[in-house]
């Protein structure tokens, strides 16, 4: 059985959310939208899930984000139903260090797993127009596996 990926792109304007006043955080864009796929590779050495190429990952199991937008937490509904809910801020990825290699023999970086696939542009393109307005640290992207 496969595993598949959902979640939603989050962003913390300073103007509170649109739907849910008390809300910080907004959910910019449902996962479903741009992530058309599965990628076991990046599953892994982003999150720890189907692993791959033996990549420490860089956010496992985070869970759910205590101040998680209410669209994001109604989605998520009981963390302990899915396989795993992690999350990470954009400022955070600008933080790893693309070029490392996994444990593996002549494996790829994580750049070639991560950045670099197709089905991961169009996430990354949104993301990274939201930073681009309103701060690395007000976008995240909050995961849930099945």
């Known amino acids: 059985?496969?595993?598949d990926i959902y979640g939603r792109v989050e962003c913390r304007t300073g103007n509170g959310a649109w739907d849910h006043e008390d809300d910080e955080w907004d959910c910019a864009v449902n996962l479903d939208l741009l992530f058309l796929g599965r990628d076991y590779a990046s599953f892994g050495?982003?999150?720890?899930v189907?692993?791959?190429?033996?990549?420490?990952?860089l956010f496992p199991g985070r869970g759910l984000p205590e101040d998680a937008s209410t669209p994001t937490r109604e989605a998520v509904g009981d963390p302990g139903e899915w396989h795993g809910v992690s999350w990470f801020t954009w400022a955070e990825m600008q933080r790893v260090d693309w070029d490392e290699r996994s444990r593996c023999e002549d494996?790829?970086?994580?750049?070639?797993?991560?950045?670099?696939?197709?089905v991961w542009r169009p996430v990354w393109s949104v993301?990274?127009?939201l930073a681009g307005?309103?701060?690395?640290?007000n976008v995240r992207l909050v995961v849930m596996f099945d």
């Open 127 to 129: 993301i990274r127009t």
């Open 50 to 57: 189907r692993e791959v190429y033996d990549f420490e990952p």
């Open 107 to 118: 494996a790829p970086t994580r750049r070639e797993v991560v950045l670099e696939k197709d």
């Open 45 to 48: 050495c982003l999150f720890g």
């Open 133 to 137: 307005l309103y701060g690395d640290d």
């Open 1 to 3: 059985m496969g595993s």
